[in-house]
């Protein structure tokens, strides 16, 4: 049988129509389509696939099983490495992880493994009410800060083996980033709540409303019988560009704004979470991040949104099929632009006075590239005499994030790099005895499935050192 060289196409919304509305952009493989995208697979021997995703899901196993109709055991072969299989199948970058390893791809474009994996997930949820068998107790117990993605993979993985796992969120819902950062239509949140309600069937017990470092410390963690402890606290300082006018009325984070429209819901139409809305908007920055804000943005009424990005479109970071998405909803890219000023009005009474100004534009200069950076892109060089004024709004900074500094402060003996992430071994142990840590508290903003591999490697290492006690 002769194979289709391109992967069967994601259903998904008019981008006329879903740029007004909140609900899921992609739409979804039926079972006619996941099977036909399956039998793609050629079931390679040596698996490259596997080697390419952080958390090894036994990739041509799920999918030989979808190739069968067998779609319940699909979803079991990746619930065996996978804690959150809808949500991995709908954010991972698997474009440069799995699927840029699979050997169909050197030829033709490669299988769809995330979208197979969200149908497997998706399916699995619309069809079964059964909850997963409890592990048998050891006895022993752990504590996870924080319940993000590698704060919940820990806890899953470690539940399946019969600890007793305690995960303290400081916010009043589970989730971490995926309920905070990832926009509805990308995540839906009751997606999110489906996979915790999984892992408390696991036996794991979610605490929320509890700030390690103010509520409770490490320490204290340790002094209530708690025998290990995780960090999986992310990375939620956001960092800004010190650049005059930052502090103007209408100048947010894209960590405040995306937290204000996803976890307080601005999104609805009834709510009352104050949120800039309508306008002019700008957006700094070119990962995932930014696409999200843009994308939040014109969803919440603006009349135009601009990606401000200083270097070309080739070096953008965020997904190619997010970029897609936001130019086919009409969000316009101002690349190789950087700003150097964020411009406002103010009241006459007090002049430049930031608590009584607001936004009225942003003040850019042109960039061109030259040589690559440590990171092998090329470096972004202003043009000089070529500044220029971009009339909004309201700005969004999504330059990156930084682990918050709360735990590192308040835990003693714990390590931290200049950039504030915590210092862990190849296995995720901190300087601290029996305390390990992951996911972005480590690396920095990163991606949702580095970080699940990330608790996934101290979940192994916390089980080794307490099966010894």
Known sequence: MAIDPKKHPMPTQEPKVRARNFDEVALGYSEETAIAEAMRCLNC????????????IHIPEFIAKIKEGDFEGAYAIISKTSSLPAVCGRVCPQETQCECKCTLGVKFEPVGIGRLERFVADRHNAHTGASPAVAKSNGHRVAVVGSGPSGLTCAGDLAKKGYSVTVFEALHTAGGVLVYGIPEFRLPKAI???????????????????????????????DM????????????????????????????????????????????????????????????????????AARTALRLGAEKV????????????????????????????RLLCNPVEILGYYNENDPRDPKNGFVTGIRCIRMELGAPDEKGRRRPVPVAGSEFELPVDTVIMAIGTSPNPLIKNTTEGLSV????????????????????????????????????????TAAKAIDEYLSKK
């Open 45 to 56: 021997k040596n698996k490259p696939c596997v080697a390419g995703c952080p958390v090894n």
């Open 192 to 222: 999110v709540a489906k996979e915790v309600e999984t892992l408390k069937a696991l036996g794991v017990d979610i605490q929320t409303n509890v700030v390690i470092g103010t509520t409770l410390t490490v320490d204290e963690l340790f």
């Open 225 to 292: 019988g708690y025998e290990a402890v995780f960090i999986g606290s992310g990375a939620g300082l956001p960092n800004f560009m010190g650049i005059e006018g930052e502090s103007l009325k209408g100048v947010y984070s894209a960590n405040e704004y995306l937290t204000r429209s996803n976890l307080m819901k601005a999104y609805h139409n009834d709510s009352d979470t104050p949120i800039m809305k309508g306008g002019r908007v700008a957006v700094v920055g070119g990962g995932n991040v930014a696409m999200d």
């Open 306 to 333: 601009y990606i401000v990005y200083r270097r070309s479109m080739e070096e953008l970071p965020a997904r190619r099929e997010e970029v897609e998405h936001a130019e086919e909803e009409g969000i316009e890219f």
């Open 417 to 456: 790099n200049p950039r504030g992430g915590i210092i862990v071994d190849e296995n995720g142990l901190s300087s601290r005895k029996a305390v390990y840590a992951g996911g972005d508290a480590v690396t920095g903003a990163a991606t949702v499935i580095s970080a699940m591999g990330a608790g996934k």
